[in-house]
């Protein structure tokens, strides 16, 4: 690729600094077609509404609030959103801590758009979470991972690496409102679960992350991806190899890829405000402290969105769960989160999630245990483009009987934060 194009990718990151003049706002919400015209944007995998493009390769309502600015440079497309958090977390009880924390996402993508119904796209996602420490941040019933590489992190969510995904996309349409396509990433996110929480609608305004992470999305940044799929009109069948090793304690590096671990998912968006997921995966020793450890997992999800006047929206998704592996009992999880806007620049959000877990106690046994996140969100406005709101939220936490003796009952948790995020 000639140096100039990879310079106007880097743009991208900064394209939420472009004047209105220079941008072309996309869909309005409330409003996005079920397909496109040739003289619209299409999806970054085939001839679809833009909005309905998540994380990776999945997939998530047509109707979802999609209005990022774009910004032409040459033949390409330039996108880019920031949301960032800064956060006062305390969690209660002999297990609990409390921190102040920085954590969030930054995106650029490029788009390349050939007449012969060929788009190349690439993208490229930062978080800012290396800088909280390998800890972490404290997050009472969340296990998964190593924080140092010798034990396990428990009653903390781990921090994602500095990169969360560069990864090229390359589709070609064809016979209507068929396509293919080919998705490649160092890291990426294979074709496993629903869209990553932090892209989810219904809980993307919420700092916490969910306890059903490792059920559910936590292969979203695996260091190497290569998925191919076909999209016919409101269906998507896709397959990918993957690392099915976890990101090490070393949050800075680029690691190297094994494609190793095999996920296939189906995907089917039956209207505008649905998007439907069942996926498998046959994951590769996935953590560092248990490598003779393999899991077979399987995900399904529903996400319902309404996008409502004035850029409100309502959306919801339940998600599902379940892990098998080869040493030792199988285990579900479950979440079910919603954000509602009531007005403008109001989002109430909450979370109900129920895991069971092996990884919270030295013995290993199976626990079931279940968290309820409430929270809301006061934006304000301070340019077109950047907004700066002020949120907080509370958790009750509930843990088998066993556990209260050392979680000192059932103790519950709050954050603070302010969140800013530009480009849309």
Known sequence: MPASSLLDFALALAVVAAPPQA??????????????????????????????DASGTSWQPDSTPHAMGHLMRGDWTLMGHTQLNAVYDDQQGPRGDDLGFLAGMVMGSAR?????GDALTLRAMLSPDPFMGKRGYPLLLAAGETADGVTTLTDRQHPHDLFM?????????????????????????????????MHRQSTMMSPEAPITHHWLDSTHISFGVLTAGWVRDRWKFEASQFTGREPDEERYDIERPRFDSTALRASWNPGDRWSLQLSWADVESPEQLEPEVDENRISASAIYTVALDDERSWSTTLAWGHKNPNHGESTDAIAFETAYAPVRDW????????????ELTPTEDIFSVGKLSVGALREFRVTERIRLGLGALYSFNSVARELEPAYGGSPEGAMVFLQFTAGT
């Open 347 to 358: 989002t109430l959000f909450g979370r109900a999630e129920w895991v069971e877990t092996h």
């Open 112 to 116: 390349r758009d050939a007449g012969n």
């Open 165 to 197: 995904e560069l990864s090229a996309t390359w589709a070609r349409q064809f016979a209507g409102r068929n396509s293919v396509f080919i998705y490649a990433a160092l890291p990426g996110e294979p074709a496993f679960g629903p869209p990553a929480f």
């Open 23 to 52: 941008e072309h706002e996309s869909h309005a919400a409330g409003h996005p077609p079920a397909h496109v015209t040739s003289m619209e944007m299409s999806g970054a995998l085939g001839s679809y509404a833009m909005a309905r």
